[in-house]
C-alpha cells in the first residue's frame, strides 16, 4: 500500500450525494485523505457550479491523487469506479474485496467465487440501475410537494402519481425482490450481501439503501396489504444493520463534525 508520503487524496464531498459512501470508505481503508466541502444551494437540487472546476461533470464524487513528480493529479469520478480504485490499491488486508479466483481455477474463464461475482455486479448495479430509479422517484415525488405553486399542484401530482405507478413503483419492487433474493442465498449464510463480511458492495449500496428508507423510496415498493418489512424482511433487517455500522456512523460524525449537520439526501 503506498504510505501518505507518497500521495495527497483529496475528497470532493457534495452534501445529499453518495460522496458518503466514498467517505465511509476512505475511512474503513485507513487512507489518509483531505475532504473538501461542497452545499447545495437551498433553493435547488444541482450540485454548486464550482464542482465543474474538479471535474466537467461537476458531480459527486470526486476524488483527486496527487503524487510525487506528477504534472496533473489523478481524477477519480463515479462511485464504483472510485471503490475499484481504491479497494485495489489501498487494501491493507481486510476482506474488503471478495477473493476473486477459486482454488486452481486461476485466469480461468467461470473461475471467479460467487463472492467476488457478487461483489463486481453490486458495486456497478448500484450505482446505475437502483440509484438512477430512487432519484427518479424523489424527484417525481418533489411534484407533489409544497414547492409546486398551488395553482398548478393537482395537474403536476397527477403527472407524478401516473409515472410513479407506471414505472418507478414495478421497478423499485424488483429492485428490492432482487435484493431480498440475493441476502437470502448470501454465500455461507453470511448476514452481508457478499457473504459473512463487510465488503466494499455493502458500503456502496449502503447510500442508496438508507436515502430510500429515509425518504419513504421502500414504502413504495412495499407489497399489498403489507408494510415493507413483511414484503422484504431480509432488506429491511440489512438496512437497519448497514445504518448501524460503525463505520457507517463514523462517517456521518466527520460531516457533522465539518459542516454541523448531515441529511442522506438533499
Keep these: 500500500m503506498p504510505t501518505s508520503e507518497e500521495f495527497k487524496l483529496t475528497l470532493h464531498w457534495l452534501n445529499g450525494s453518495r460522496a458518503q459512501g466514498t467517505l465511509w470508505l476512505l475511512q474503513e481503508l485507513q487512507i489518509p485523505f483531505d475532504i473538501k466541502v461542497y452545499q447545495r444551494k437551498a433553493s435547488s437540487i444541482f450540485a454548486p457550479a464550482e464542482l465543474e472546476n474538479v471535474h466537467p461533470m461537476g458531480k459527486s464524487p470526486t476524488i483527486t491523487i496527487t503524487t510525487p513528480g506528477s504534472s496533473q493529479p489523478i481524477l477519480l469520478a463515479e462511485s464504483a469506479f472510485i471503490a475499484q480504485y481504491l479497494s485495489d490499491h489501498f487494501n491493507k488486508g481486510k476482506v474488503i474485496l471478495p477473493k476473486r479466483w477459486k482454488d486452481g481455477q486461476e485466469g480461468k474463464i467461470g473461475g471467479e467465487t460467487e463472492e467476488w461475482m457478487r461483489c463486481q455486479y453490486i458495486l456497478y448495479y448500484s450505482d446505475a440501475s437502483l440509484m438512477s430509479t430512487i432519484y427518479l422517484g424523489l424527484i417525481l415525488s418533489g411534484l407533489k410537494g409544497n414547492d409546486i405553486p398551488f395553482f398548478i ?26 435484493l431480498e433474493s440475493y441476502l437470502i442465498t448470501s454465500p455461507n449464510g453470511g448476514k452481508y450481501i457478499c457473504g459473512q463480511h463487510l465488503t466494499v458492495a455493502d458500503i ?14 421502500t414504502e413504495l415498493a412495499k407489497g399489498d396489504r403489507k408494510t415493507f418489512q413483511e414484503a422484504f424482511p431480509k432488506v429491511e433487517a440489512y438496512i437497519q444493520m448497514l445504518s448501524e455500522e460503525p463505520g457507517y456512523k463514523a462517517s456521518i460524525k466527520k460531516i457533522v463534525d465539518i459542516t454541523g449537520t448531515f441529511k442522506p439526501m438533499p
Design 204 to 217: 456502496i449500496l449502503a447510500y442508496p439503501l438508507i436515502a430510500a428508507k429515509g425518504a419513504s423510496m
Design 153 to 178: 399542484r393537482p395537474i403536476t401530482k397527477t403527472v407524478a402519481n401516473e409515472f410513479i405507478n407506471l414505472f418507478v413503483l414495478p421497478n423499485l419492487k424488483k429492485h428490492f425482490a432482487l
